[in-house]
């Protein structure tokens, strides 16, 4: 059974730096094809995708917030970390991490986070 | 804004069917077979109802279903349900750049 849960903190004050923590069970990122992806979700708006971590340490990031974000995992802890630089009250939202298939979809989900922006 | 153009809200009676649209470029949608749709109740995380444009994951109902045409794929729910009644996002892989684009939603309501 595949799991995800989301933990980090839930204010952080404009110009910070989020680290947000994805810690999952039921797969390795050391498998092949396995990735973990973060996405977002401002109150009341639609899901934004963030960056996504593969089993061979293959990092995508969405264009418009690639110099703000970094991913990495601990294949050992069975963790993957994003680190948002420079935070905005705008980058208020749930953020989420996910399972990514080899068919680039995202089949389970951890329960979300909510991240307020505010000094 | 979305880089996957949806209506912003479809409804439906129960028992009837309902189709979502979500329109990409040719970059995205048009490109690749890798669209999937998420259902989303509130409060809660999205869940996969569709992948590789209309295929169901395991459990899904099979009243769910997805299909492709040209830059637009669909979402096709019929026999709608009470518990139906959710925010849908499609989502498409984008090629190597972009990667991973969303649509802005639907709210579907069941009347």
């Known amino acids: 059974q595949i799991t995800l849960k989301e933990s980090g903190p839930t204010l952080v004050k404009p110009t910070q730096t989020l680290t947000l923590t994805c810690t999952f069970s039921?797969?390795?990122?050391?498998?092949?094809?396995?990735?973990v992806g973060w996405i977002r979700q401002p109150p009341g708006k639609a899901l934004e995708w963030l960056a996504l971590?593969?089993?061979?340490?293959?990092?995508r990031y969405s264009p418009s917030l690639k110099s703000r974000l970094t991913i990495t995992k601990d294949t050992s802890k069975n963790q993957v970390v994003l680190t948002m630089t420079n935070m905005d009250p705008v980058d208020t939202a749930t953020y989420y991490c996910?399972?990514?298939?080899?068919?680039?979809?995202?089949?389970?989900w951890g329960q979300g986070t909510l991240v307020t922006v505010s000094s | 804004q979305s880089a996957l153009t949806q209506p912003a809200s479809v409804s439906g009676s129960p028992g009837q069917s309902i189709t979502i649209s979500c329109t990409g470029t040719?970059?995205?949608?048009?490109?690749?077979?890798?669209v999937s749709w998420y259902q989303q109740h509130p409060g809660k995380a999205p869940k996969l109802m569709i992948y590789?444009?209309?295929k169901r994951p395991s459990g899904v109902s099979n009243r769910f279903s997805g299909s492709k045409s040209g830059n637009t794929a669909s979402l096709t729910i019929s026999g709608l349900q009470a518990e139906d009644e959710a925010d849908y996002y499609c989502?498409?892989?984008?090629?190597?750049?972009?990667?991973?684009?969303f649509g802005g939603g639907t709210k579907l309501t069941v009347l």
């Open positions: 039921g797969f390795s990122l050391s498998t092949s094809g396995v990735g």
């Open positions: 971590i593969y089993w061979d340490d293959d990092k």
């Open positions: 996910a399972h990514r298939t080899d068919g680039h979809s995202f089949d389970y």
């Open positions: 989502c498409s892989y984008a090629g190597s750049s972009t990667y991973v684009v």
């Open positions: 040719s970059s995205d949608v048009g490109s690749y077979n890798l």
């Open positions: 590789e444009v209309s």
